[in-house]
């Protein structure tokens, strides 16, 4: 088995701002980007753009 990659970046989750259901799952670099991440993504249960802000780290 591969074993689990050890470095700068971390996997998030992007939280839809209106209906509050994590939509997307991404990773960022923690030494490049220190404030919360902030998109405009598609948001299937609402069928419209919204704001996506970024969550806690997933495991």
Same mark, same amino acid.
């Given at each position: 088995?591969?074993?689990?990659?050890? #470095?700068?970046? *971390?996997?998030? #989750?992007? $939280?839809?701002? +209106? @209906? #509050?259901?994590? *939509? !997307?799952? =991404? @990773?960022? *670099? $923690?030494? *490049? =980007?220190? +404030?919360?991440? $902030?998109?405009?993504? !598609? @948001?299937?249960?609402?069928?419209?753009? =919204? /704001?996506?802000? +970024?969550? @806690? $780290? /997933?495991?």
């Amino acid at each position: 088995m591969a074993s689990k990659k050890k #470095g700068p970046r *971390n996997v998030i #989750g992007l $939280k839809c701002s +209106e @209906s #509050g259901v994590i *939509n !997307y799952i =991404t @990773s960022k *670099n $923690k030494n *490049n =980007t220190k +404030e919360k991440i $902030k998109l405009m993504k !598609y @948001s299937p249960q609402l069928r419209k753009k =919204t /704001l996506h802000v +970024e969550t @806690s $780290k /997933l495991k």
